[in-house]
């Protein structure tokens, strides 16, 4: 019986363990892939729009000689924590279901079920991408993840999109020789886009070497061309590619939060908590993170994720006081 159960060892759920242990507590950390699994499925060029010290852990250092760290050394940086922070982990484990009987939860896991007093999801947004919802988007040319450019040299690739994703992924492409068409269904470039990437992305549109569709939207995708339409105009035309990378975000896994008894909004995807706990409407289970934003998923991220950890640890603890409170002061039968 584990007193703390977390699913995934993302950083936020790194740092609800590093909570959960400094409290003493019985923990083990869950993960369906590898530590940070999101974070090594990014772009492998990507840099974090973060200082370091936003993305520590633990009281440890994240040392960089770079103004931002890149997604290498964040993926070093998390393992040194996992390793001197001791956090057991259960790798390759995906949680299929939550129960909760009686006093406690059962985990139903891909290798075997666990049964743990307290329950923290930490699962993020990253492994449920937006759709079209499109004639040919299943097709195998459509990637709706990105990692890096070389497999696109010399193609036609249209990148749909207008956030930090799109515009990161089509001035990678550019550089290394893709023929690059940017389609968003906004007027403009996202605002939210990284300070030292929207006058990069405007001067490529403006120079004409990379092509730009704004207030566009793809209707249909063929083995060859997507069809676009103006959405002002209507007006309908095919677009040749080899190519489609649908940058177009991220949601959690609402289908798995409601298989644990959480009471998810249908419209948002925001599960329902207590805004000073985490607790959900299931006694005793949390979500931390940005598992919890459901669609609005600019409003968490590592920086403010992490720091989760501490009122839900904390309450954990007041519940298991006043449980051993409670116990203590059962009259004693003499029957």
């Not at 869950?30 to 999101?38: A, H, P, W």
């Not at 499925?41 to 010290?53: E, Y």
């Not at 515009?167 to 300070?195: C, F, M, N, P």
Request: glycine share 6%.
């Amino acid at each position: 019986m584990l007193d703390v159960a977390i699913v995934g060892a993302g950083p936020t759920g790194l740092a609800c363990a590093i909570e959960a242990r400094n409290a003493g507590l019985q923990t083990l950390v869950f993960e369906k892939g590898s530590i940070t699994d999101s974070i090594r499925r990014f772009p492998v060029n990507m840099t974090f729009f973060s200082t370091a010290d936003q993305l520590e852990l633990g009281d440890i250092p994240f040392t960089t000689p770079n103004p931002r760290p890149s997604r290498r050394e964040a993926l070093q940086y998390y393992r040194l924590v996992a390793q001197r922070r001791s956090i057991p982990l259960q790798l390759y484990t995906r949680v299929d279901r939550v129960v909760k009987t009686g006093d406690h939860f059962i985990l139903e896991t891909t290798r075997g079920v666990w049964q743990a007093r307290f329950v923290i999801i930490a699962t993020g947004y990253f492994d449920q991408t937006n759709r079209l919802d499109v004639e040919g988007e299943q097709l195998p040319h459509v990637r709706h993840y990105y990692t890096e450019p070389f497999e696109y040299s010399g193609m036609r690739v249209v990148v749909v999109g207008g956030k930090n994703s799109a515009v990161e992924t089509a001035l990678d492409l550019w550089r290394h020789g893709a023929q690059v068409t940017l389609v968003h269904r906004r007027a403009t470039i996202g605002e939210s886009v990284k300070y030292w990437l929207k006058p990069d992305i405007e001067n490529r549109i403006r120079n004409g070497e990379i092509t730009a569709y704004f207030s566009t939207a793809i209707r249909r995708i063929e083995p060859d061309a997507v069809l676009l339409e103006q959405l002002d105009t209507r007006r309908q035309w095919w677009h040749a590619c080899d190519f489609v990378l649908l940058q177009i975000g991220y949601r959690p896994d609402a289908d798995f939060l409601r298989r644990c008894g959480i009471a998810v909004d249908p419209q948002t995807l925001i599960p329902q908590y207590n805004p000073s706990t985490f607790e959900t409407n299931v006694e005793g289970l949390y979500v931390a993170g940005s598992v919890m934003c459901g669609c609005e998923t600019w409003n968490i991220f590592i920086e403010n994720g992490r720091t989760h950890a501490r009122p839900i640890v904390a309450d954990i603890q007041r519940k298991i006081t006043a449980s051993a409170h409670s116990a203590a002061n059962q009259p004693i039968s003499l029957a």
